[in-house]
């Protein structure tokens, strides 16, 4: 019996080291993770016979600083979070962006502002949406995630919070674009209320000629193998009633979860809310073991646009798999990779 | 040649024939849909030592008046959407719950209240939040549904949409009940601003003796096999900065479609927003084929609990299986189906 317990304790002993030997195989599997990025800066009627070579030029310029910077901060070991919420910063302060300095104008004629993030590991989220002057939206919604016990705040409440924790504020002149002012006044004189009504305003079409979909967005995985995630936009041109789009909703606009993937979604928000679009990409990726790709491509195609709605997603997957899709005529859109990759696509092609 | 088409044609013919019954069978099965209603007036620390016999009684015979205006309007073959509106409003008017009538107060004394609705059958939504003296938030919310382009309007922006609509608004006094002064009065002189950071601050256990969780909610599937869901609330007491909740919105707080099943949620929100929850049970439904009771209790104990969060849900799947689940140590709910079922509960057991 001594001898039968005694092959007993050795086995378990064995079993214990070859549980330690495959516990440090996957912390060494871990670390040999890749690290990447990847932005949107928006998706709509983007076609080359539209935008000038001087302001395509410029696009990438600034797609390509976005990713230069959160790619920076990855490389020197830095968080996704932080990767993604600078890489948001270099875009908010841009104003060939629909976030920030060059957000569209709400039928008030002032930029009024959503913006999320979302941390994969912890399932952690803050968000801001209807906030005025706030330079960087997503540096609030950031200081919402990390200081209090709320995940989302809103309009004056939003600033007062902002204030409170030192996030920089600017005057209206700072957010004043002629480009914005104009799409206003042109889409004021097309729609009168009676087309605000559902019955015979289509999300769709109504817009189509202003390009509208500027939100930004990023995604990153670290050298951890941590995902995060982030979206900061102005919203719809005219937009009234204080009206809270997709971006700063979690699981719509923005999400994360290190055991799936990162989503950063553009486009008629509504659409994106109804469908839980980052959300439902995390489950196609996790519950019907689809590619992030398929994930992607499914939920735009098969659940968004059946509804009427466009726009477009971009993600990473666990396993640093970056993917992208829209339905729309272009995204603004660019990924880094650790393996060397750097790409930046306008156009459908 | 002649003769070998001839069977092809009635080979077809048959088969067009055969489709068109199974058509029928289906017809006629959708037909069968038993209909049935699913509330809760909120989670928490409600235990028997806590509640008078004359409360309890009152909140039985509430909870009953709710379920029954929903069911009536079912019988009569009415929408799920009008009677999980209907019963809402029910709710709404008594000052026992969390919302409407029975909303808490915010930080300034006042009753800040969110609310959404959703039609499974669509996919449409409609959400209010941050809303004052709006009687009914859920009536403004299926206004902004039926009636707009947005599915989520907030702050003064959606109560100047529920002016123009004629919802109806209220005085401040209309809202006033000493129980939830009491209740600021206790959670004021308990909490500072230092216990609002996220290090120090328990939301778990902080408000426990409170019972705060009396947010309100109503799943229904009527003779057409549509599903509706509706929450309404007054959050948090003592909530700063326009804190939103999980109430408004859709996947978190509120979630319905045909597909699967309808859900309502009720506990601490940022949990609930961090987990999709409304959404995951109904992924859990869909692509887990997990049953609708499985679904709910694998959201709450294994994802939203491990988080830190407590709560409940309520729910309806689209074969009218009615199921709820909930970790505190009570939540007011009760159902009742066309099969004859009519429960009410109050405790775990």
Redesign the interface.
């Known amino acids: 019996m001594l001898r039968f317990q005694t092959i007993i304790y050795i086995f378990i002993a064995f079993q214990l080291t070859a549980c330690k030997n495959d516990t440090s195989k996957e912390n060494i599997e871990i670390k040999k993770t890749p690290f990447a990025i990847v932005i949107h800066g928006g998706a709509g009627t983007i076609k080359k016979e539209y935008i000038s070579s001087e302001k395509e030029a410029a696009i990438r310029q600034k797609l390509q600083e976005a990713l230069n910077t959160g790619y920076l901060v990855l490389e020197n070991g830095g968080s996704s979070l932080d990767a993604v919420q600078k890489t948001i910063n270099v875009m908010e302060n841009s104003p060939l962006f629909n976030a920030g300095k060059g957000a569209v104008l709400n039928s008030d004629g002032k930029t009024e502002m959503d913006a999320s993030i979302m941390d994969g590991n912890t ?3 803050g968000a801001v ?2 906030v005025f002057n706030i330079k960087n939206p997503i540096n609030a919604a950031r200081l919402v995630m ?13 600033e ?2 902002a204030k409170k924790y030192n996030v920089q504020f600017e005057e209206d002149a700072y957010f004043f674009t002629e480009r914005r002012w104009n799409s206003l006044q042109k889409i004021k004189a097309k729609h009168n209320e009676k087309t ?3 019955a015979v ?1 289509n ?1 769709k079409t109504d817009f189509v000629d202003e390009h509208k979909y500027g939100t930004v967005g990023a995604v990153a995985i670290d050298k951890n193998g941590n995902i995060a995630a982030a979206t900061s936009t102005g919203g719809l041109t005219n ?7 997709d971006s700063p ?4 606009g923005t ?1 994360a979860n290190n055991k799936s993937c990162g989503i950063s979604s553009t486009g008629t ?2 659409f994106f ?4 679009a980052a ?2 990409v995390s ?2 990726f996790l ?2 073991k689809l590619s992030l790709k398929k994930s992607i491509h499914d939920v735009i195609f098969n659940q968004i646009e059946p ?1 009427g709605g466009d726009g477009g997603m971009i993600g990473i997957d666990k396993n640093a798999n970056v993917a992208w899709d829209f339905n729309t005529a272009g995204m603004y859109r660019g990924y880094k990779k650790s393996t060397g990759e750097n790409v930046i696509k306008i156009y459908k092609k």
């Open positions: 399932l952690n989220a949406a209807g990390d200081s209090i016990k709320h995940v989302m705040l809103s309009g004056k409440g939003a007062t919070f605000f009504n559902k305003y999300l937009k009234k009633y204080n009206r809270i789009g909703i979690i699981g719509a999400y928000g509504e809310i109804r469908t839980l959300h439902e489950n196609q519950y019907k509804l």
